[in-house]
């Protein structure tokens, strides 16, 4: 009995390592081959797994439950999709804003937005707790004229529909939970890589 719950244990140890190091993998090719950049760290958003890894120095430090847009991806202004390729942190928003604070033009107003933990729709798609502002830099992909992902305001963002995380639900943005955002707001710097795939 013993010697089955240690092997049970050890595949799914075993499992687990291989996953990290492919999502890893895929990061760095992209980042490295694609686009010809090195980092050691970056925030990759899966849309087929609506998760997203923090990875520092080859190691996943976090993973994250999100969501993406409910029109699928997309590079093009008005489209509420969300963009794929290589971004970055352009800017941060909310550092005062309380936890479910309803920031309107990045600007907390003083109210706080009902958290909705099952699957209602808030009326006001609401942007809450913090922002991260993403900019694209693949020219033709996700920057410049039509398809850029700054000017479209693009955001890693907390949401007012929790329980809607972990399927496309959004207008464009990757969505977070409100405590999740925050915790993510303090460790990531200003021109902190993020990867969308």
């Not at 190691?59 to 794929?84: C, D, H, M, Q, R």
């Not at 309107?104 to 933990?117: H, S």
């Not at 099952?118 to 991260?132: G, Q």
């Not at 996700?142 to 529909?161: A, L, W």
Request: proline fraction near 2%.
């Amino acid at each position: 009995m013993i010697k089955r719950i240690l092997l049970i244990t050890f595949l799914f140890f075993a499992l687990a390592c291989f996953g990290q190091e492919q999502i890893i993998e895929t990061a760095k090719n992209y980042i490295e081959n694609k686009c010809n950049k090195s980092f050691d760290e970056v925030l990759f958003v899966s849309i087929a797994k609506q998760k997203m890894y923090h990875i520092k120095k080859n190691k996943i430090v976090k993973t994250f439950v999100i969501s993406s847009s409910e029109y699928g991806t997309g590079s093009k202004a008005g489209s509420n999709k969300t963009p794929l390729g290589l971004h970055k942190v352009k800017q941060k928003y909310g550092e005062e804003t309380p936890i479910n604070g309803r920031m309107i033009g990045r600007v907390f107003y003083g109210e706080i937005a009902t958290i909705y933990k099952d699957d209602s729709k808030s009326k006001t798609d609401d942007v809450t707790s913090r922002i991260l502002w993403l900019e694209g830099l693949e020219k033709g992909k996700n920057k410049g004229e039509g398809i850029d992902s700054y000017k479209r305001y693009i955001y890693i963002h907390g949401t007012s529909e929790e329980g809607r995380l972990g399927k496309p639900a959004s207008h464009g943005c990757i969505r977070m939970k409100n405590k999740a955002v925050i915790e993510l707001f303090d460790k990531v710097k200003i021109g902190t890589l993020v990867l969308i795939l």
